[in-house]
């Protein structure tokens, strides 16, 4: 489609492998995109505020001290995608998925959301705001294969 690859952020959920399983079958097509994530270690994730700029007293501020550095991350990398993929998962609620998912609608980045069907009820504002709602991250690659290069998956 260009000559430029597409940057498609992954954000979401992190307890799964749907983020290989993009990522290996984008490889395996050789389609033009990159793929950008959050820090997906969860201590890391956690931690780094207190581990770069200090400790602190209350896990309030602990908290609020690493949100406010991963959103360097997070905001850089959807700002700069041309899709944005939000996973929500089976087991755990994501807020920051929620909030990713609002930020890219309102940036106008086509979105993307993966879930179970379980959740169609509670997320139906966000799968409104979202162009695809997908429910295998082999669906979200066969999105990309379509609007890449126009190429149906061959079922």
């Not at 309102?106 to 879930?115: D, E, Q, S, V």
């Amino acid at each position: 489609m260009g000559t430029m690859p597409w940057h498609v952020y992954l954000s979401g959920e992190i307890h799964s492998d749907w983020r290989a399983r993009i990522a290996n079958a984008v490889m395996e097509e050789d389609l033009d995109v990159e793929l950008s994530a959050p820090v997906t270690n969860h201590e890391a994730s956690d931690d780094c505020g207190v581990a770069i700029l200090g400790d602190e007293d209350k896990p309030f501020w602990k908290d609020h001290v690493g949100a406010g550095l991963n959103a360097i991350r997070t905001r850089t990398l959807i700002e700069q995608s041309d899709v944005v993929v939000v996973r929500f998962g089976e087991q755990y609620r994501q807020w920051n998925a929620a909030f990713d998912a609002g930020y890219a609608a309102a940036l106008g980045k086509p979105l993307i959301t993966l879930h179970p069907e379980q959740h169609d009820h509670a997320l139906k504002e966000v799968d409104r705001a979202a162009l695809a709602v997908a429910r295998e991250p082999e669906q979200v690659v066969d999105v990309l294969r379509y609007v890449l290069n126009g190429t149906l998956p061959r079922r």
